[in-house]
């Protein structure tokens, strides 16, 4: 049986050459076994859990021949469920490890298929490895996967070798962006201990630090219920019990005592009075995922741990940015903070797209209904970790986005092409019905161009435009000129127009328009901007540029819904398209 090596917790660690340093994934730890009879994925526990990831199956068997000769083999690793190429939803690999019927496992399996990220590898043509050291087990896991020849789009595949990283800042920031789990720190010379925890591998926890107010106390099991304050009553936030040191533990459960009630044999209710600092994973109905008290907070009101400061704690805000009129009204129904959370949620998207690009904002510093105005180069008042070309403003950091958000810069537009380049990475369609009621013929243009792209060899992606329209992307890498993409979009636009007169123009001025689409492909050109996905828009429901899977794009869809409030949630239930695609590439 598996006996898998495991990490012992650190709070810290320093940079040491003998370090090698791992993302450290939020799923299940995993054994797979392959051997050429068939594939089984086994738990930490030594449960089976082949059936409940039929995907991570399917892949191997349609992979076997690459590796037949290196069969039988044991890799270790991680199951997951991507987000990003960093960050692993565990809630969603949890609901799939209790799904029950194979028809539900089937269906999930397709709609938000898992991966298998190896990290290890214990048995190699059926032999042992364990006594080899961590680098010489690493290039054994290299050649596994040489053998497959994959595309570096992680999350195209189900199988994947972990990345490793030799520093530490460019782990820890990597880390914090995508905000995962953690880092693992590997002894490189170290062996394989079966079975055993270790200290030459060390795991270090990307804890958010929330607030909380203590609000009972189980003398039975020594945890402490924590609330936060919602609306003029209290909510449960969830139960923490371990992080005190037995004086600190003695002060709370003493005042409980001496000013509490008690409800039952073992359980005291007392009046929220005593705020704390609590570290954690996640917060999220009702529960603290790996909770550990972190300090007494006596300088706080209990009723300032709010779901607001419990929504901008878990975001993970850099230390450069403090939220300036967080409750100021930027759309009808979002304030500055929730510009700025959603921001921060969606970064690991969004800066990709504007890497080395020159950026214009639209800044509504009152608010969508009052005055705006663009921005595009450096002024005197900006920090330092903005970074320019020329005078040209950039967005390559996660503090850049979020100051820009910061300061009510709402719509966020980028050129075709990297500064360093003169050609595009991408040509862009943009579809532009005469109003929201005749979104449909967005759709249909859309379509249609994806076929003669299809027929061209080019691959297609489309987002809303965040307003009426549709925008179809499709990258390119810098292998035409602008003259050679103006040139197919043309024809392609012309095509359109010729075949359904009645829907489509090429025509400039809205006035000659009529009520048709507009295919606009004069704007794909050097200067010209498009707004960048995931970028808000200026519309009372804070709607949102969104890329969308081919199969979502139907005549009854409402571009509306795709919001400011809505698109996080999406992004860990569906992922994004663009990423999944390679449309979007994350170094």
Known sequence: MWQPMLPTLAGH???????????????????LEWKKSGITLWSRNNHDL?????????????????????????????????????????????????????????????????SYISFDIVEYKGKSVINKTLSERKKLLETVFRSFSLETNLLQERLAMVTSFESLQEMEALVFLHQCEGIVVKDRNSHYAYGKRTENWLKVKNYRKILGVVAGWNSKNDYFQTVIYNNKQWSELGKVKNGMNPEERKTVTTFIRENGTKQNAYYWKVNPSICIEINCLDAENQELREPNFSRFRFD???????????ALQ?????????????????????????????????????????????????????????????QKHLSKAEPAFIETEGDHLLCNNLDSLLYFANH????????????????????????????????????????????????????????????????????????????????????????????????????????????????????????????????????????????????????????????????????????????????????
């Open 13 to 31: 660690v320093d940079e040491q050459e003998k370090w090698l340093y791992e993302v450290k994934y939020d799923g299940f730890r995993c054994g």
């Open 50 to 114: 082949t059936e409940q990831f039929p995907e991570i199956v399917t892949w191997c068997n349609n992979h076997q021949e690459y590796v037949a000769n290196l069969l039988p083999l044991f890799l270790d690793g991680e199951l997951v469920i991507l987000r990003t190429p960093y960050q692993s939803i565990f809630s969603q690999v949890q609901q799939r490890s209790r799904l029950k019927t194979k028809k539900k496992i089937e269906m999930s399996s397709t709609a938000r298929p898992a």
């Open 300 to 310: 706080l009101e209990p009723e300032e741990c709010t779901p607001k400061q419990l």
């Open 314 to 374: 878990l975001s993970q805000l850099p230390e450069t940015i403090e939220v300036n009129k967080p409750e100021k009204l930027l759309f009808p129904n979002v304030s500055k903070q929730d510009l700025v959370t959603y921001y921060r949620q969606v970064a690991p998207f969004m800066l990709p797209r504007l890497s080395d690009k020159h950026l214009t904002v639209i800044r509504y510093p009152d608010g969508i209904d009052e005055d705006s105005f663009f």
């Open 408 to 587: 009510a810069a709402i719509e966020f537009h980028i050129p075709f092409h990297k500064i360093k380049t003169k050609n595009p990475d991408e040509i862009v369609f943009d579809l532009d019905p005469p109003s929201l009621d005749q979104f449909p013929l967005a759709v249909l243009a859309a379509k249609l161009i994806r076929q003669l792209l299809d027929y061209k060899g080019f691959e297609s992606f489309v987002k809303t435009s965040g307003k009426t329209g549709l925008q179809v992307h499709t990258p390119v890498k810098g292998s035409m000129s602008f003259d050679q993409t103006r040139e197919l979009m043309e024809a392609i636009a012309h095509v359109l127009v010729d075949k359904y007169p009645e829907s489509f123009t090429t025509e400039r001025l809205i006035k000659n328009r009529g009520n048709k689409l507009y295919i606009d492909y004069v704007q794909h050109a050097p200067k010209k901007t498009i707004i960048a996905p995931y970028s808000t828009r200026a519309t009372k429901e804070a709607t949102v540029s969104t890329p969308l899977f081919w199969e979502e794009l139907t005549e009854d869809l409402d571009p509306r819904v795709f919001t400011v409030k809505t698109i996080p949630e999406r992004l860990n239930q569906k992922g994004c398209p663009f990423l999944i695609g390679g449309c979007t590439i994350i170094d």
